[in-house]
């Protein structure tokens, strides 16, 4: 086991500099959230302000970009209207993006046949949109590979989406559009060109190929340190789904819709989600699981945050139903109106689920695998069954066509989103539930302060935000060591430490312990 995190840890080191990116305003802590952890334990009403003031900054930048939203929207309309389709990419949490995205268009095309001609993929397939594809996002190959299994062709758009700005799994996809389709392909990021050129050669090579068109998406750093989850996957959903959505309106359309949307987020009251977060945070806290009930029309974003809390915070992920997994996630999706997996999946997605069947990957990205993920009519009594005994509460979360119905316990609200397209109740609905994971998760403990001392290092990026995090906190003790020093406690570490835990902190106390 010693020689293994060794040759990892070497291995890891010998390409550490392409994944150093602790200068990118994306990972950098925000001023306005340094005691956010504090907060959501001893003044949620402050918390939850606070962190609806950075989402009204972020949607705000959309006032800015409007003209090159118009563009977007343009070139959508000429890709449309020429016969070919629109694609749309992304990895983790603008995966899951992209796949919002081609599910609301389904909704809103059900009965065209135009409901078709817009295609997403994730990195690692739909089954990443639950359970991350260890390091598939490392690896451009993968993501050109994606793409041509796709169907893309010539004629085609591809916009490619990554928060950071330097997935090597989208930059491959992109690169790879430019050799096949004439049509330019669209690059969307959160970073300033200068620093992502100085830090990571992939993407300078993005920003200074002519045959790629740029998108930058700056929103400044994420309410917790390196939460990409939240602000920039919030922007990049608003600019993407603006263009899609609103391809045949008129300029002025897309101006008085995204005033509209930015009105109603700066009017709403977005307090009433502290009853929910003490409610769901109590549930935890006295060793209760949850299911978030919901339907197929908001399914997609629900599913969205309760599955990305698991890589940021360190939780058990969804389990799967035919895997021999011993520990219950804390929440699980619950879509009662579906008969079975298949049914479930299908509802979610409005189609049929996208599998990776490679032989090379060993089933972790297979239908069959997906299926396990079973979150149909069945999760109740699978759950009571797989641990006994087990108290479950139902947090229903469901649409109607005026709003949404919260319902948790004895408690209730109604939120009306007076919107025409699902878009922008799906925007609030995430920007919401970012709020509500985020301050419960800070009830449990999941992070100080701003940061993630709970991120799971489960790629090249995420074990270099690690490392960051932890050399942080022993320059807070006065120890100093050296990167590589770090780098080999810490994958030791990751060998015993279970996957529920800090494996910063376990990494701290484990060199607090040597250095006594």
Same mark, same amino acid.
């Given at each position: 086991m010693v020689n293994d995190s060794v040759n990892k840890a070497e291995k890891f080191l010998s390409i550490a500099?392409?994944? &150093?990116?602790?200068?990118?305003?994306?990972?950098? =802590?925000?001023?306005?959230?340094?005691?956010?952890s504090s907060l959501a334990v001893n003044n949620l009403p402050e918390a939850i302000s606070i962190l609806k003031e950075l989402d009204?900054?972020?949607?705000?930048?959309?006032?800015? #970009?409007?003209?090159?939203?118009?563009?977007?929207?343009?070139?959508?309309?000429?890709?449309?209207?020429?016969?070919? %389709?629109?694609?749309?990419?992304?990895?983790?949490?603008?995966?899951?993006?992209?796949?919002?995205?081609?599910?609301?268009?389904?909704?809103?095309?059900?009965?065209? %046949?135009?409901k078709d001609r817009v295609f997403s993929f994730m990195a690692g397939g739909d089954v990443a949109l639950i359970r991350s594809i260890e390091n598939f996002e490392d690896f451009p190959h993968y993501g050109a590979r994606q793409l041509l299994e796709s169907g893309f062709k010539d004629g085609d758009l591809l916009i490619g989406t990554t928060e950071g700005g330097e997935t090597p799994f989208v930059i491959g996809a992109v690169?790879?559009?430019?050799?096949? +389709? #004439?049509? #330019? =392909? !669209?690059?969307?990021y959160c970073n300033p060109d200068e620093i992502l050129c100085e830090v990571a050669e992939r993407s300078k090579l993005v920003i200074q190929n002519p045959d790629i068109e740029k998108i930058n998406l700056t929103v400044g750093p994420?309410?917790? /340190?390196?939460?990409?989850?939240?602000?920039?996957?919030?922007?990049? $959903?608003?600019?993407?789904?603006?263009?899609? @959505?609103?391809?045949?309106?008129?300029?002025?359309?897309?101006? #008085?819709?995204?005033?509209?949307?930015?009105? @109603?987020?700066?009017?709403?009251?977005?307090?009433?989600?502290?009853? !929910?977060?003490?409610?769901?945070?109590?549930?935890? &806290?006295?060793?209760?699981?949850?299911?978030?009930? /919901?339907?197929?029309?908001?399914?997609?974003?629900v599913i969205t945050d309760t599955t990305e809390r698991s890589p940021t915070f360190s939780l058990f992920p969804?389990?799967?139903?035919?895997?021999?997994?011993?520990?219950?996630?804390?929440?699980?999706? @619950?879509?009662?109106?579906?008969?079975?997996?298949?049914?479930?999946?299908?509802?979610?997605?409005?189609? +049929? =689920?996208?599998?990776?069947?490679?032989?090379?990957?060993?089933?972790?990205?297979?239908?069959?695998?997906?299926?396990?993920?079973? !979150? +149909? +009519? &069945?999760? $109740?009594?699978?759950?009571?069954?797989?641990?006994? =005994?087990?108290?479950?509460?139902? @947090?229903?979360?469901?649409?109607?066509?005026?709003?949404?119905?919260f319902t948790l316990g004895n408690e209730r609200h109604f939120l009306t989103t007076p919107f025409s397209n699902p878009l922008f109740t799906h925007l609030i609905l995430k920007m919401i539930l970012n709020v509500h994971s985020t301050l419960i998760m800070g009830r449990l403990g999941r992070y100080e302060g701003n940061v993630m001392t709970y991120v799971r290092a489960s790629n090249n990026k995420l074990i270099d935000r690690a490392i960051r995090y932890i050399d942080l906190l022993m320059k807070n003790k006065k120890i100093n060591l050296p990167y590589h020093t770090l780098a080999h406690i810490l994958f030791e570490m990751i060998e015993k430490t279970p996957s529920d835990q800090s494996i910063v902190l376990a990494t701290v106390e484990e060199i607090v312990k040597r250095n006594k």
């Open positions: 500099s392409q994944f &150093k990116l602790g200068s990118l305003v994306t990972e950098s =802590p925000h001023p306005a959230t340094s005691d956010l009204r900054q972020t949607i705000r930048v959309l006032s800015e #970009k409007k003209k090159q939203i118009c563009y977007l929207k343009d070139i959508i309309h000429d890709t449309l209207k020429s016969g070919n %389709n629109i694609f749309f990419c992304g990895c983790g949490a603008t995966g899951r993006l992209s796949l919002t995205i081609e599910t609301l268009w389904r909704q809103v095309y059900e009965k065209n %046949n135009i690169e790879k559009a430019t050799q096949i +389709s #004439k049509r #330019k =392909p !669209f690059f969307m994420m309410a917790i /340190t390196g939460s990409t989850r939240m602000q920039s996957s919030t922007i990049l $959903l608003a600019f993407a789904g603006i263009a899609l @959505f609103y391809y045949k309106d008129s300029n002025e359309t897309i101006e #008085k819709e995204i005033d509209g949307f930015i009105r @109603f987020w700066d009017s709403a009251d977005t307090q009433f989600i502290e009853k !929910f977060i003490v409610l769901e945070s109590d549930y935890y &806290k006295n060793g209760d699981y949850l299911l978030y009930e /919901t339907d197929n029309q908001l399914g997609i974003t969804f389990e799967n139903a035919n895997e021999a997994e011993q520990n219950l996630s804390l929440c699980y999706l @619950f879509m009662p109106d579906a008969a079975d997996s298949e049914k479930a999946w299908e509802k979610l997605l409005w189609r +049929s =689920p996208r599998t990776l069947e490679w032989p090379d990957i060993n089933g972790i990205a297979s239908r069959e695998r997906l299926l396990g993920f079973d !979150f +149909s +009519s &069945k999760v $109740l009594s699978r759950r009571e069954h797989q641990q006994k =005994p087990i108290r479950q509460h139902r @947090f229903k979360i469901l649409y109607d066509q005026n709003g949404i119905n």
